[in-house]
């Protein structure tokens, strides 16, 4: 993965675009939800954990 543009869509808040690149990671508060979109040309894959 050379780099991604990943989009995020939270109800009741304006869209977020993220450039990610490999190893990056990101932490949202408990409770939310959310819908993730790519934005980009390129392929990639997300491990996403919820931590309790």
Same mark, same amino acid.
């Given at each position: 993965? $050379? =780099? @991604? /543009? /990943?989009?995020?869509?939270?109800? =009741?808040?304006?869209?977020?675009? +993220? *450039? +990610? $690149? *490999? =190893?990056? #990671? *990101?932490?949202? %508060? !408990?409770? +939310?939800? $959310?819908?993730?979109?790519? !934005? =980009?040309?390129?392929? #990639? &894959?997300? @491990? &996403?954990? &919820? +931590? %309790?």
């Amino acid at each position: 993965m $050379r =780099g @991604v /543009l /990943l989009t995020t869509a939270t109800p =009741g808040a304006p869209d977020q675009t +993220l *450039a +990610l $690149r *490999a =190893g990056d #990671f *990101a932490v949202q %508060k !408990s409770g +939310l939800t $959310r819908a993730v979109h790519n !934005s =980009g040309t390129d392929t #990639f &894959e997300m @491990v &996403e954990m &919820e +931590l %309790k």
